[in-house]
């Protein structure tokens, strides 16, 4: 395990490379541990840890993910527009894909029943569709790249893009000891961590950003998140750290600067009715 720091200039700041195992409540605070047996403490914890992409069980598909099989329009759409694409099993995607590129095909493969309206609209868009269930991709070894989809009945269907419609699920197994609430997604896309628009989880001491609570972001919401929850952590740290102050003053009298009510008690006890101007006054015992 590689560590980093102290960045001068910024206190104490420390980067492990590792992979975090488990993270639990000690005490106020956290402990943090790796596979490889690092323990770190932590005041609060911000989860960042992303998702898994539950990919189609078709063999070979999994080995092509990001490169010819995609799943994000808004991703890499413009780099495959005017390309041969298959869609597997998403008549959504199927209509995401078709605003960029005329030859798409889709491939129902066993999902759910297209409607007549489904039909219709596919027919009036030109979207192609095969029926069948789709047993492999066909790979050119040589070039690297897909260029088919073989259904199991044995048929071929050239394609140069196959998309797909993962399931998205946050990566927060390892985390089952803190409480955390992993909610379905509203559009039923997959599976997140519940957490408010700070990111803050519900649970005290922990936040999470960027896919491990919200599925759909993309890089620039995922930053964006981090960022909100940093300034959420900061602040509560800040008021945390207040209340402990003021808690240490009151532990220890005298120890910090002036306090009125402190100082009359001390004029009280020392000088009694012989503080200047009040001699002869009335006064508690
Ligand atoms: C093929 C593909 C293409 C994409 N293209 C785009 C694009 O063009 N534009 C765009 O905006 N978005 C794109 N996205 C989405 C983008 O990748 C995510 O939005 C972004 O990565 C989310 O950032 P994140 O920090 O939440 O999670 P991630 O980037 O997934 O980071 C999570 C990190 O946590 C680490 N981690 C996980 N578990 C542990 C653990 N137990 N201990 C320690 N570390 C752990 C992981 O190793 C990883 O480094 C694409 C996604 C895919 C799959």
């Known amino acids: 395990m590689d560590r980093i720091g102290p960045v001068s200039g910024l206190g104490m700041r420390t980067c ?17 541990v790796t596979e490889d047996w690092q323990r770190v403490r932590a005041r609060r914890v911000l989860v960042t840890t992303g998702l898994v992409d539950e990919l189609p069980d078709v063999p070979g598909l999994a080995a092509r993910w990001g490169r010819d ?8 759409g413009w780099e495959v527009r005017d390309r041969a694409i298959g869609v597997l099993g998403s008549f959504h995607q199927a209509l995401l894909f078709r605003q960029l590129s005329e030859d798409v095909t889709l491939f129902p493969h066993g999902g759910a029943e297209l409607t007549e309206e489904q039909w219709e609209q596919l027919a009036g868009l030109g979207v192609g569709v095969v029926e069948g269930q789709v047993g492999a991709l066909v790979i050119d070894e ?12 044995g048929v071929t269907v050239p394609v140069q893009e196959l998309v797909v419609a993962p399931r998205f699920v946050a990566r927060a197994g390892f985390l089952d000891g803190l409480g955390l609430t992993v909610q379905e997604h509203p559009m039923g896309l997959g599976e997140q961590v519940k957490a408010d628009g700070s990111g803050f989880t519900g649970v005290a001491g922990v936040w999470a950003a960027g896919n ?12 964006a998140a981090g960022v909100g929850a940093a300034v959420a952590i900061n602040r509560n740290l800040l008021l945390d750290d207040a209340g402990r102050a003021a808690e240490s ?16 008690e001390v004029s009280r006890r020392v000088l009694g009715t012989r503080v200047h101007g009040l001699e002869g006054l009335p006064h508690e015992g």
């Open 212 to 223: 491990v609570s919200d599925v759909l972001a993309g890089v620039p919401q995922a930053m």
């Open 142 to 153: 040589g070039q690297d790249r897909l260029t088919g989809v073989r259904l199991v009945s």
């Open 16 to 32: 492990l490379a590792g992979r975090v195992a488990q993270v639990h409540r000690d005490g106020e605070e956290f402990s943090v």
């Open 69 to 76: 099989v995609l799943h994000c329009v808004y991703c890499h």
């Open 249 to 264: 003053r009151t532990a220890v009298p005298g120890s910090g600067a002036f306090r009125g009510a402190m100082e009359a």
